[in-house]
């Protein structure tokens, strides 16, 4: 069996200059970098007053409204907002609520009544649920779940007020930071190549086959189908996989239209070749090609 | 911070594997990971690391007043902590479960074992004693720190020394290391733990748990031992209930010695090994050479290869070419297979890439070695020798030479005497191994017989080791290696 071996290279950077989408250069600063010494802004997260003068705590883009000055940093943990989708993994499951990571700075919290009972009935839960919360959600598993509120410490509370959120069941987990995906009005892509997306705002992507069976009986999402996959939907799973980590280690910004453009430019080549650089290079550049093309 | 979740998929992939009796790094069920004990220059340094898991331990004394219940014992003082640096779920100043477990167990290996002979830590009865202070700090985490933790603590208080004392009536003085040399602890014996890790309700065993192994074990097993079979300690710990005929099993393999025998007891043996090693640097360090942390500490090995492009001349490109395809002749005929590869590969359909390099039956090694062809003939060939083809590396072999003889006389003294210490005819068998007398009568003849020796002692040590345990042999393979580079 012929083994391939390569020496690691210096990663480039491909720089697509795209004249149209860049109305001015960006700002970028890094820590201790000074914004400016006029003493008329108000200061916003990121910066911090050095001698009068206005620094940057963090390495990012300069962002200014009106009077305020803030700096949005470019590799940060998530910041929840409101109404976000996230995708997230449950660390502990305690007396009304389960603990859930979700790759910020504090675990986020599911309350045991902002999900829905099996069942779908509307009432109020009862010590039998708490004794049984175990039953639909334990240590290890993975939700897709909406911010409903933030803690006044910064945590995040999760709801699954919805069918389309719940467990998730058989698909591939991707890791990427969280400043990489677009904000949409939708987050949930059930892609024409045959698999369906969920691009959590928190980095964590989930890519799973597409379910063509109609609703579970009693909904709720706590259901998660067993079956096996066919080899088909797995191969195009692992190839969108694929996909989403070359445009996340070049920097592309995620949304449903990237990652379709980089499926087809992916076609041509075997889907394990997708992971070595080159290859890489060469479906990212084509994808920004289309993209750019695309909004121009 | 918390750790990272193991997701399921890992989890289940990880039991399933252990169902399997198969280990993330290829180790067998019993297998220990390669144990590095470096000393650093002060005396009572010492970093050990286990794999990837590193500890240092640092001993230190100072004379204080004793304990109002023992007036004429001196005082142990053990303290681990867990740095940091270690792993991203170590906070400082956070006392956690696993914090208090590892001190109270090394604690438990070498206060109540007795190793150390508190008696003559005593200056003046109910006055002044000395205080032996171990501070063990851990480094980086990847499983199975108490066994590093207390090979480290073990190691270090071997190798410190105490200031020597002179005492008159009710004075003391204490000496300097320039005006009297210091005096070592007296070690009655050196108890190690040995964990054991337990998996799907103690059906599964598996020893020296990686931190990935440890993340999903069931329950832990430490059994403290010393070299003359005595158990020093065992706990249990993790909720998992072992029936004394789970226990007994294990407790028989740290004890039988037989024809195969077995890893753990093995461990035990080639410490001693490893201690007079460590004796060996002490000795060397009076030579002036380089030693202990300064050669020890990872020579960062090449992690980055940094390649400019080179523009390239694209104009006819076409006709270039088309004219070096017209002029090669294609070559159709099938090479037999009793050729040499070098000839097969001219006609290969694998082509070689630049920056990729191809191992495999039938294709040629191409990372660049040039001695490919010696190197084959002097594995068949150990007893004759060839002379005439190592002609050209005269000044290698005369340093490897030299290296070697070195190596003969100042090692076979501290080495090998201890390497079995009850089997006479296997130490004896290695010494034959290793004399070079029929290399010393050669020496005129031709010094082509300098690489060859190399291999057999390389090779005679590992067959001599590789019968009982894989442990040992890498041991020895890294002692014979860490020789040589000196």
């Known amino acids: ?296 | 911070m918390r750790d990272t979740p193991l997701s399921n998929c890992e989890r289940l992939f990880l039991l399933q594997a252990i169902q399997e009796k198969k280990r993330l790094d290829g180790r067998q069920t019993y297998d220990y990971r390669n144990i590095k004990i470096l000393f650093g220059t002060d005396y009572g340094c010492c970093i050990v690391e286990l794999g990837k898991t590193r500890v240092l331990c640092q001993v230190s004394c100072e004379l204080v007043p004793p304990k109002d219940s023992r007036p004429t014992e001196g005082i142990l003082y053990f303290n681990l902590e867990l740095s940091p640096m270690a792993s991203p779920a170590f906070e400082s100043n956070r006392q956690s479960e696993l914090l208090v477990m590892l001190n109270r167990q090394l604690e438990r290996c070498l206060r109540n074992s007795k190793c150390i002979d508190t008696e003559s830590l005593c200056v003046i009865s109910g006055e002044k004693v000395w205080q032996i202070r171990v501070d063990v700090h851990v480094l980086n985490h990847d499983g199975n720190l108490m066994d590093a933790a207390s090979i480290a603590a073990i190691s270090a208080l071997s190798h410190f020394r105490r200031p020597d004392v002179a005492i008159q009536g009710r004075e003391v003085t204490v000496f300097s290391p320039e005006e009297r040399d210091p005096i070592p602890l007296s070690i009655y014996h050196m108890p190690i733990c040995v964990s054991f890790a337990f998996f799907l309700q103690g059906s599964y065993l598996l020893v020296d748990p990686c931190e990935r192994e440890e993340r999903v074990k069931d329950g832990l097993l430490v059994i403290a031992m010393n070299k003359h079979r005595e158990i020093c300690s065992i706990q249990s710990s993790g909720g998992i209930m072992l029936l004394k005929d789970q226990v007994k099993p294990v407790e028989m393999l740290l004890l039988v010695e037989g024809e195969h025998e077995n890893h753990s007891s093995e461990r035990i043996k080639p410490f001693p090994v490893l201690l007079c090693f460590s004796s060996f640097v002490l000795m060397q360090r009076k030579e002036g050479g380089k030693f202990g942390f300064a050669e020890s500490l990872p020579i960062e090995r090449i992690t980055a290869l940094k390649r400019d492009e080179a523009p390239v001349e694209m104009a006819d490109v076409k006709d270039t070419a088309e004219e070096i395809i017209n002029r090669t002749e294609s070559s159709t005929e099938v090479y037999p297979p009793g050729l040499k590869t070098r000839e097969r590969s001219a006609a290969s359909p694998v082509l070689v890439a630049t920056g990729t390099a191809q191992v495999g039956e039938g294709i040629v090694n191409s990372w660049g070695l040039e001695e490919d062809e010696d190197d084959e003939v002097i594995i068949e060939d150990k007893g004759g020798g060839n002379p005439r083809r190592l002609q050209n590396k005269g000044e290698l072999e005369l340093s490897l030479w030299l290296y070697f003889r070195l190596l003969y006389h100042t090692v076979r003294l501290h080495l090998f005497s201890l390497v079995r210490p009850g089997k006479l005819q296997d130490s004896e068998d290695l010494m034959q191994c290793l004399t070079p007398r029929v290399y010393l009568d050669d020496l005129e003849e031709g010094a082509g017989h300098t690489e060859e020796a190399l291999m057999v002692l390389l090779a005679g040590s590992t067959s001599m080791m590789a019968s009982s345990s894989g442990i040992s042999s890498s041991i020895s393979l890294q002692l014979v290696m860490s020789f040589v580079d000196f």
Not at chain 1, 162 to 177: P, T
Not at chain 1, 204 to 212: E, G, Q, V, Y
């Open chain 1, 1 to 296: 069996m012929a083994v391939e071996m390569r020496l690691p290279a210096a990663l480039k950077h491909i720089c697509v200059k795209t004249s149209k989408s860049h109305r001015e250069e960006k700002h970028l600063v890094v820590p201790g970098d000074v914004i400016t010494s006029d003493t008329g802004f108000m200061r916003g997260h990121g910066t911090y007053m050095d001698e009068d003068r206005l620094t940057a705590s963090v390495a990012g883009e300069v962002e200014r409204v009106n009077k305020l000055i803030c700096v949005k940093p470019l590799k940060t943990r998530y910041n929840g907002e409101v109404g976000d989708v996230v995708v997230g993994r449950i660390t502990e499951v305690q007396q009304k609520r389960w603990k859930v990571e979700t790759n910020s700075r504090l675990d986020s919290l599911l309350l045991l009544s902002s999900v829905n009972l099996p069942g779908g009935e509307l009432r109020r839960r009862s010590t039998q649920d708490e004794l049984a919360m175990r039953d639909y959600l334990q240590e290890g598993d993975l939700i897709s779940a909406e911010v409903q509120s933030i803690f006044s410490d910064g945590a995040l509370s999760l709801h699954t007020r919805s069918l389309k959120y719940g467990k998730l069941g058989q698909g591939v987990l991707v890791s990427v930071s969280p400043s990489l995906v677009k904000r949409q009005k939708t987050h949930f892509h059930n892609l024409t190549c045959g698999a369906s997306v969920i691009l959590g705002n928190n980095g964590l992507i989930w890519i799973s086959p597409t379910a063509t069976r109609e609703e579970e009986e009693g909904g709720g999402g706590f259901h998660t189908s067993l079956e096996p996959v066919s080899l088909s939907d797995r191969e195009v799973v692992s190839r969108l996989r694929n996909c989403l980590l070359a445009l996340a280690t070049h920097k592309v910004s995620l949304y449903d239209t990237s990652l379709l453009y980089c499926y087809e430019s992916s076609l041509s080549h075997q889907i394990k070749d997708l992971m070595k650089p080159e290859v890489m290079e060469e479906i990212v550049l084509a994808t920004r090609q289309r993209l750019v093309e695309h909004e121009g």
